[in-house]
């Protein structure tokens, strides 16, 4: 598993991403407990999670879920800043944490722009959303994609022009989080609204 | 017979026969229905450290009234996982986060799992640990004495969940006061549906409609569809184009994924549908032919008893703009097919009844009774169903208990069984509940079975650890949209008894082998097994009409006759799929139009106003109660949902809390005439100025500790990485709501309470 942050740039192989579509997106939080089941995740920290933000004022107020995953960007920064190598980006993409190297400095989760990584409180080691490679590499989607009642999340290889998720991106406009730092992050969105991404959601404000 | 056959689907035995053929043929339809592409594949899982293929078992989610399929992953007797079953025509796969936290309702460290008797006084909560053998013979003496002497109407059986082994159970011994929830939380729908149309229970058709007026349901969130309708209203908005425009009071999880969302205030639903209908007569757009061939109304009268409602006189009261109600209810006439439809925000009101009669009438006035992307009569078939427990009697029920509870004795009660239900937490006013629950002169005797030391099963005298929906076996009916009737299994999931269970269990070092088949945990055990078993004690006709050895053999014969028409197939079908489809798509729909509907002149709906509501003072509210999808029951003491959904605030429209000088997070006193509670309020713009919502769920001071809000050591690790310790577990909004049933349909008014806030 030798990576040094850096993955081959033909398109030759599989490239996996996920496409979220706001427009179907319900905010019923299965893909957050389909996570904690899927990996026992413990309480306090979330892989996946969904933000819930309000805009506009009465009676014109709107309400917008956003289901929060890793976006396995194509430039990890979290790949380049980690001490001992823990942090990998495989062949096809995916970039996950070698719990047996991890030594918990927490620099990955300074430098992530996308807040997705978090200590785990029992064993003192970065996690994060893997996009569930080990049902990826059994032929199923993700735990988050299986459980969601509108299918609002889709799964797939970029590379294969035929695939659902290749078409589905070709076809739509498409929205990333934070395009601008340059990580080239590789869930996308349709229907992202830019005040949805900044605000803070309501639930986690204090008063 | 002429008024039991009204609760039917017209679908008379031979036509069941005839259909019964196509149990097998109808399954190979099914799955992702309207969605082109390969068929579905089944559900699976891999292990996260073996990359092994989980094993999978095939039931049914017990979680709400929807009925999902799901598929439950062991990883060796250990239940891990559950997904949604892919092949089932509910959720086509997908399963919400209700459905998944019954891992956490079977797994949770503080499920009671033993029989228990109460000690000290009544919620004193000093118990001693006994045997089913002698909680059995204390429910079997008390219910022989109270048959020996004609009593039997003294029992109170109040059932959470439906379970048709309860209901026959009860019947045969021969109470009369049956209270099922789910009637009764729908009693007003039910009866203004069976008023006008002769069907109590409708179904929206809405992957044919292409404009959805929602009346204050909730489908995103909850509601007796749920998954089912949810996913149907999100694909037809974005495949087919469909509108969907919602009218509440707050910004329902629905209304944020509508098109449109229209605030009105509390209770007024019923005169902005007659509006819509005012418009529609005044357009001329009307089904004239519809109405003349189908129901005995005259047109004439028709519009003349919608005059007074116009859009202007709407406005003043609903708070919709007068032009907007013109332009939504031509939309609604021009852009067929289209669908009204309703849910509690429109029905549980003291006019909730002639609410939801206003918007049916507004889908008979166009013809979308009975049609494609219309209102459908649910399909139920008959000598199948168990449960045919009329809805009335359920209503008759909950409204005499209200009384008894607040009358002083002689009560009429002497036995009241619990079957998953929390009437302490649940029902309006539960603290008076409470209160009387807890008095022995009241009521002499309180049995709860559930799974967790609730509220009400902390007042009990006898408590029984019962199975959860994933340790059972259950055949049950899916609430079906597209017209053809699914039957469920649920068959166990946890726990197995692996060989070193055995190894380790009681009865091996007694000699005996346990089988090695599922068994609950602990000693908790399935509320029907409970039934049998007092049915075999009990002896007599009771015991002649129920003579299964339990749930397993009684829903194996269940199935049989489902087998005498499929061929001997049936159960193995729905041991393996976990349901089957038991009528070919298409046939329901569009079947009623040849039926006249019963509506008469003297039923056509009239709004009255809720007299409370009209004169509110500057820091008087209406409370709306709601229900989220992270805070049903069952959930209660989840780690995963209560992690999310801790602690609710009250919404207030900011507008109305700057009016009384009120800041975001202040806290305030709710004052409602039957009491008070201390709340945060969150000030948003997401609710009618003239109401306040408050999440309906939480505030629990029993269940377990992850309810209330506590963190406490035991063999979950996460137990005590509860975090939100500080930020308390919420209030709860039923205990400030006033006790007042609907008018006339006598169901649940529980969004009417006018509460005042007080500044702290």
Redo the contacts between chains.
Sequence with gaps: MKNNGKRSSDRSGKRYAMLI?L????????C???C????DV???VFRT?VKRV?K??????????LPIVCNHCENPICVTVCPVGASIQREDGIVYIDPHRCIGCRYCMASCPYGVRYIN??LGIAEKCTWCF??V??G?DP?CI???????MLFGDLHDPKS?IARAVAENAVQVIKPEIGTDPHAFYIGLDKAAVETVS?EE??? | MKEKKIYKTGLSRRRFMKWGVTVTAGTAFSGRIGHS?PPPQR??????TS?K?LQAVTTTCGMCPAGCGLVAFLNGNRL?????NNLHPV???????K???G?NLVNDPERILYPMKRNGKRGSGEWTTITWDEAMMILQERLRLLMNEGRTSEILVDMGTEDPLLTQFFSLIGTSRLLNRYFWNHFNEFSAANVLTGYSKLTPDVTNARTILNFGANP??GGEFF?GL??RL??T??ENGAKLITFDVR?S?TA??SDA???LKAGTDGFLALALAHVIFKQNLADKEFISRYTKLSINDLSQHLNPYSPSAASLICGIPAKDIEKIAIDFAKNRPSIAIFGGGASDHANGRENAKSILLLNIILGNIGTKGGMNPAPIIEGFQENNLHPDETSRTAEWLWNQASSNPPSGIDTYFSFFSNPVFDDCDGSSTGQWMKSEEKLPFLAVIDTHMTETARLADLFLPAATFLESWKLSFANTLDGYAVVNLTQPAVSLISSSRTLRSPEYSEGKWLEHEFKPLGEAREPGNVCLELARRLGGPTGRHLPFKNTREYVQKKSRQLKTLAGEKSYQLLKDKGFCVLEPPASIQGKMTGRLLPVTTKDLPRYSPISAHQSLKKEEFILTPFYS??SAYGTSNS???R??RHANRLWI???AALHLGL????KVKVVSPVGSLTA?I?L????Q?QSVALEHGLGHHAVGRTAMGKKFKSKD??TL???WEKQGNGVNPMQIIDKKAEKTGSGPADKDTVIRIEKI
């Design positions: 579509d427009r179907k997106c319900i905010g019923c939080n299965a957050s407990l389909a904690k089941s899927e990996y413990p309480l306090s999670w309000e506009g004022k009465y009676p014109y107020a709107r309400e917008f879920f409180p029992n080990h049902r590499d059994a199923l735990a299986e459980a969601c009642p509108t299918q609002a659902p309501f404000e204090e008063p | 592409g559900t699976a899982a891999v292990s996260r990359l293929k891990v996982r559950l997904y949604g959720n086509a796969g997908g399963i919400c986060a459905g998944i936290a891992i995103m969130a998954i949810a996913r999100v694909q908005r974005l910004l999880k944020a994924c969302w229209y605030p999808n992270l780690k995963w949902c992690e999310i429209n900011t507008t800041k975001n997070g202040d945060r969150l948003t713009g997401r609710i100025p690790m996460d990485l509860v975090w």
